[in-house]
Nanobody
């Protein structure tokens, strides 16, 4: 049973932007933090962003901004100034808790539901 669905990936030129969406179909996200991760071929998963229930955010770098719309049960990842090294499969994940931990938000064990991913390719 698929519980989280990502969308919005695709091919974009360097310097471009994309906004990814993550929608939950079975449970409400409003009580949980949500993380974004990416995994490039041959590399370990990497935490990109985490957003808490109050909108507080932790992000890998300033080019990435997470946001949420509880009325749509959806979390977003805005990615700007994209680089070829941002090419990866991007996943969203529901955290076990309501707030992103500043020390552990990049740890996979902090999350208990994962989407299937959406591919982002940055290339000219």
């Amino acid at each position: 049973q698929v519980t989280l669905v990502e969308s919005g990936g695709g091919l974009v030129q360097p310097g471009g932007s994309l906004r990814l969406s993550c929608t939950a179909s079975v449970f409400s996200l409003k009580d949980y933090a949500v993380g974004w991760f990416r995994q490039a071929p041959g590399k370990e998963p990497e935490g990109v962003a985490c957003i808490s229930i109050d909108g507080g955010r932790l992000e890998l770098e300033g080019r990435f901004t997470a946001s949420r719309d509880n009325s749509k049960n959806t979390v977003y990842l805005q990615m700007n100034s994209l680089k070829p090294e941002d090419t990866a499969e991007y996943y969203c994940a529901k955290a076990r808790y309501s707030y992103c931990s500043s020390h552990r938000w990049t740890e996979l064990s902090e999350y208990n539901h994962w989407g299937l991913g959406t591919q982002v390719t940055v290339s000219s």
